[in-house]
């Protein structure tokens, strides 16, 4: 009986520190909280919305969180309270731990959410945060010209961008998460 050469032993010091540590430290940031980034307005009267955010609940895990999200949104169930006449206009779903770190982040087409690839980087994070601070500035000096519509726009591109910005906790989870045919 030979042994092959490719087999490796992995020493537990590297199981524990990539596997173990980083679970139990999830584990600490639950329950996770999913809200709604939109544009709220009265009926007939879009040119006068306003940016508003709405808490859709809380859930025990990314893959509940992304199953509720889903559903609420495909069912138009994001209202921004009792008023009937005010419309909500959902345009980004966000899902935090409760520290507030961005666990999944996805963008709302059609009543279906396209939840966003994580950054794979750091590096990749600070090119990220250049580009949408640009963009906040372009939106900051147009709302100050009093272009409110190219503002919303400006801050809703940066949006989309900083959705990439997942916290380094939650990139492989996010990115596992993808992967699976329920993400899709």
């Known amino acids: 009986m030979t042994l092959s050469g490719q087999s490796r032993v992995v020493p537990i010091g590297a199981i524990l520190a990539h596997h173990v540590l980083p679970t ?6 639950f329950p996770l909280r999913i ?23 809380e859930c025990p895990s990314p893959e509940e969180a992304m199953s509720v999200a889903s559903r609420r949104i495909a069912g138009g169930d994001v209202r ?5 006449m005010l419309r909500f206009r959902p345009r980004i779903v966000v899902i935090q731990d409760c520290d507030q770190d961005l666990v999944l982040v996805g ?11 994580p950054v794979a980087s750091d590096a990749e994070a600070r090119q990220i945060v250049t580009e949408a601070s640009k ?7 147009a709302s100050g010209r009093g272009e409110h ?36």
Not at 35 to 57: E, L, P
Not at 135 to 141: D, I, M, P, S, V
Not at 165 to 171: K, S, T
């Open 35 to 57: 809200s709604c980034i939109g544009t709220a307005s009265y009926d007939g009267m879009d040119a006068d919305g306003f940016d508003h955010i709405v808490t859709i609940g």
């Open 107 to 117: 963008t709302i087409r059609a009543g279906i959410i396209l939840w966003q690839q």
């Open 135 to 141: 963009l906040r500035g372009a939106a900051f000096a």
């Open 149 to 184: 519509g190219p503002a919303r726009d400006y801050r809703y591109r940066a949006s989309q961008l900083e959705a990439r910005l997942v916290d380094a906790l939650w990139r492989e989870t996010a990115t596992e998460l993808l992967r699976l045919p329920l993400a899709a």
């Open 80 to 84: 921004v309270g009792t008023d009937h």
């Open 24 to 29: 139990l430290q999830r584990a600490q940031k």
